[in-house]
């Protein structure tokens, strides 16, 4: 422990810094799956907007207008 | 315009072009689509008994539908390649409008139509048109969900329903944040909405070994249930099978699942069940007064019906509460 604190290497710092970039890799994946947290305010969520047209206009999906929604208010 | 959407907790601001988190609700120029109404892309007739209600004319067939998406996101879903897909995503789409559905409930023999499988919940306006028309053609309407819905669109919906089987996934809201993607106390809201707004009630819980098989947890859910909901409340512990996200823990053993049937009895519940162990002691109705057998079952299959005509127990004359006619 004595010698690795006092013969730090230039090897060392390159070891750590894989180390760190291995865990902000790492993080960052994780971040960008999508969220697991409930609760209110969730966002939208991206859909191939193309197929869904395409499925829509073939009569495959519904554009039966939903219940239980209105316009947000722009600030 | 971005929209809001009110149906359930999660209260999705959806922008043009997007859907909400349940992949199926869609803005499509400002207003928002109930895209899979009438699109089913499952069709099955199930006994009642796989649903599961125990109380509720028991062996009849149900013409049971779901369409894709759900507003959850469990780790161990079962049915994740219909629940985690949007409508463009799926192989399969049935066109089944309501008086189409209908239709093939009734040709197919069934008493009644399910909205099960994925949740009802996020084909909410085709559950309910399609509920209105059974009504009338006297079937019953049935829907089985995880209860994250907000309180006053369950309110309305549940004027047109007979039954639910709600999963109540663990008496804890860490758990539904982690493993379902959602929260507790809307799912206790919807139980108790259920049960004044007069739909007949049944609660599944899923045990999964180390995550929400705590038996002091599952104590405090019997005793909720007890309190909140009565005692003669019908609750199901149901087996885990690894699947999905969650193939790193083991089936649930059934000392488990006996364990938990003790504890919800010993809080005070006279109806607990154990499913998916075929031909276990808990598959079975008795009768809290004097343990007569009342409804034997083996798997889905009833073995043998001892309830008298209005649902009675045939030694003590005690009424079972339950939809038996």
Partial sequence: MHRWIYHWHRGDSLFIGWVAATLLLVVLYLGSLPGLEGGGGSSGRRIDIEAFKTRLDAGELSGHEALWYHPKEEP | ?325
């Fill in chain 2, 1 to 325: 315009m971005a929209v809001v959407c009110e149906l359930c907790p999660r209260e999705c601001v959806i922008p043009e072009g997007e859907a909400g988190d349940c992949r199926v609700r869609v803005n499509i120029d400002g207003r928002l689509r109930a895209s899979t109404y009438g699109r089913p892309s499952a069709m099955h007739i199930d006994p009642m008994e796989k649903k599961p209600l125990y109380h509720f004319h028991p062996g009849s067939p149900v013409f049971s539908i779901a369409t894709a998406g759900c507003n959850l996101h469990c780790l161990n879903c079962q049915n994740w390649q219909l629940s985690q897909r949007g409508g463009e995503e799926m192989e399969q789409i049935y066109r089944a409008d309501p008086p189409q559905l209908i239709e093939l409930a009734k040709e197919n023999g069934c008493e009644s139509i399910a909205y099960t499988y994925s949740d009802p919940i996020v084909f909410y306006e085709y559950v309910r048109d399609s509920s209105e028309l059974a009504r009338q053609v006297g079937l019953h309407n049935i829907f089985i969900t995880a209860g994250y819905i907000n309180r006053e669109p369950l309110r309305r919906l549940c004027r047109v329903l007979d039954a639910t089987n709600t999963d109540l996934k663990a008496f804890d809201d860490r758990f539904y944040r982690e493993v379902n993607g959602g929260t507790l106390k809307p799912v206790l809201d919807a139980l108790v909405t259920f049960r004044e707004e007069g739909v007949w009630l049944e609660v599944t819980n899923l045990i999964i070994p180390t995550l929400n098989d705590d038996l002091s947890m599952i104590r405090r859910m019997a005793k909720w249930i007890r309190d909140e909901l009565g005692e003669g409340t019908p609750l199901h512990f149901s087996r885990f099978h690894p699947q999905y996200r969650m193939r790193n823990l083991p089936p649930t053993p059934g000392e488990t699942l006996d364990r938990a049937r003790q504890e919800a009895m010993n809080a005070g519940l006279q109806y607990v069940y154990v499913g998916n162990v075929l031909g276990h002691v808990g598959n079975s109705t008795y009768c809290p007064e004097d343990g007569t057998l009342l409804i034997g079952r083996v798997g889905f299959h009833i073995t043998e019906n001892n309830l008298t005509p209005d649902g009675r127990c045939p030694s003590c004359n005690r009424p079972i509460p339950g939809v038996w006619q």
